[in-house]
């Protein structure tokens, strides 16, 4: 078989696994209910594959001493089987998130266990199926593990107690038989007379087993249960980090767009996105990276698709592949915003005549080099020396090509300038057509 092959044999295997045995399969650990309601699910699954090993016992016996009696048994055993696992998975998804429900059907659950392990016991407890009598017994035992599942150790100290009453009755009935041997005797004496019989010895220590084995059980749940509300804890901290991180992300957001109040204006973001894919393709951009500079160029005006998860409450039902886009999509807007902030202060500083400074010059060119960001880059100060600001006043296209020959010229890759300034009539014409929809004073 082929290593793909084997690759998708496993991931179905996993997913069928995790479909039905799966204990954190699409829940919020957070929701005592909804991680109560998947125990359940988890546990009726457990239980209907465990019945279904005492229906085949017994057909195993059907066959091994063919008597109609235990085949009647065999199809009654199933029947059973088989109405009351529906009626407990009726009871589990009725109402998945209703308290009542889901802790009446965790009382059930091991208790509907322990009644058809002890039935499968009493009757292949029998000289003619002795060789199931270990199978059977040690099925019993298997179910306080199952209810160890819940990693609750009120659950299973409560289950311990009724699994061990109900378990030294049919010692004491059926394994040893002690009521047959008491023959009219008075307790006590029964009981002087009993100690020193090997049933006595052999009760006791199956007693002792079970208790071990519960003791064991116990160490084990504790560790879970306590791990899992460690886990908890740590969770609820993260999702409080979370929101506020949200929070001051989102204020973030807010007040640099509202700060960048042309770049928030989506007029002035699809025009640089227009005179950018020009600059794009006489820079001879193949097709997909012209595309990337129009959508790079007006990334910020999405911000509307991130700003309800920034606000929202993180939870384990938010979907994970929304999530991951959102935050690409927050990086890229915060990246813009860079760039538009890379843009106003290259403008301030040609405008105070502060733009030869070296280290300035030198922590500009750190921001956003590539090519993409370039494009951008020097579409956007054109568009920026052209148009009349809070803070400047629109020039002239010759000006604006001195100032760029005289300062811009140090920000940007020298091929890409070059040929900018080739067609720098071209890019005169198509500003024009932009500021005449646009509504530009120039």
């Given at each position: 078989m082929s290593k793909k092959g084997e690759n998708k044999i496993k991931l179905i295997s996993f997913n069928l696994f995790s479909k039905f045995f799966g204990f954190e399969r699409g829940i919020d650990l957070t929701n005592e209910i909804e991680v109560l309601h998947r125990k359940n699910v988890v546990i009726k699954n457990i239980s209907f594959v465990l019945n279904l090993v005492y229906s085949l016992m017994m057909f195993m016996v059907c066959f091994l001493d063919n008597v109609s009696s235990n085949w009647i048994h065999a199809v009654v055993a199933f029947l059973v089987t088989f109405i009351l696992n529906y009626a407990l998975k009726r009871l589990i998804n009725e109402k998945p998130l209703d308290a009542t429900y889901q802790n009446l059907a965790c009382a059930l659950l091991p208790l509907n266990l322990l009644v058809c392990a002890i039935l499968s016991y009493w009757k292949f407890y029998t000289p003619s199926t002795k060789e199931f009598e270990v199978g059977t017994y040690m099925m019993i035992l298997l179910t306080l593990l199952v209810v160890s599942l819940y990693q609750n150790k009120k659950v299973?100290?409560?289950?311990?107690?009724?699994?061990?009453?109900?378990?030294?009755?049919?010692?004491?009935?059926?394994?040893?038989n002690i009521v047959g041997k008491v023959n009219g005797q008075t307790m006590l004496v029964f009981l002087k007379e009993f100690t020193h019989e090997s049933e006595f010895y052999g009760l006791l220590l199956r007693t002792i087993i079970f208790i071990l084995?519960?003791?064991?059980?116990?160490?084990?749940?504790?560790?879970?249960?306590?791990?899992?509300?460690?886990?908890?804890?740590?969770?609820l901290k993260r999702i409080d980090v979370q929101k506020d991180f949200d929070l001051i992300t989102s204020k973030l957001f807010d007040v640099a767009l509202t700060s960048s109040s042309d770049l928030a204006d989506s007029v002035v973001a699809n025009d640089i996105a227009s005179l950018a894919k020009y600059v794009g393709t006489i820079c001879l951009f193949s097709e997909n990276e012209i595309k990337e500079v129009v959508e790079y160029s007006k990334i910020h005006?999405?911000?509307?698709?991130?700003?309800?998860?920034l606000f929202s409450d993180l939870?384990?039902?938010?979907?994970?592949?929304d999530l991951k886009e959102n935050s690409k999509l927050a990086l890229l807007i915060a990246q813009r915003l860079q760039l538009e902030k890379k843009v106003e202060s290259v403008a301030r500083a040609v405008i105070e005549s502060v733009s030869d400074d070296k280290d300035f010059i030198a922590r500009m060119t750190k921001i956003q080099p590539n090519k993409i960001s370039n494009v951008i880059f020097i579409s956007d100060l054109y568009i920026?020396?052209?148009?009349?600001?809070?803070?400047?006043?629109?020039?002239?296209?010759?000006?604006?090509?001195?100032?760029f020959h005289r300062y811009v010229r140090k920000f940007v890759d020298e091929d890409l300038f070059t040929r900018f300034i080739e067609k720098e009539k071209s890019i005169e014409e198509l500003y024009k057509k932009i500021a005449e929809l646009s509504d530009y004073n120039s």
């Open positions: 299973l100290s409560v289950f311990f107690v009724v699994y061990l009453a109900i378990l030294t009755g049919v010692h004491i009935l059926l394994t040893y084995f519960y003791v064991l059980i116990l160490i084990s749940v504790s560790l879970g249960e306590y791990l899992q509300e460690e886990r908890k804890k740590e969770l005006l999405r911000f509307s698709e991130i700003k309800e998860d939870s384990f039902r938010n979907n994970f592949d920026t020396f052209r148009s009349n600001l809070s803070y400047k006043r629109a020039i002239t296209h010759q000006n604006t090509i001195n100032a």
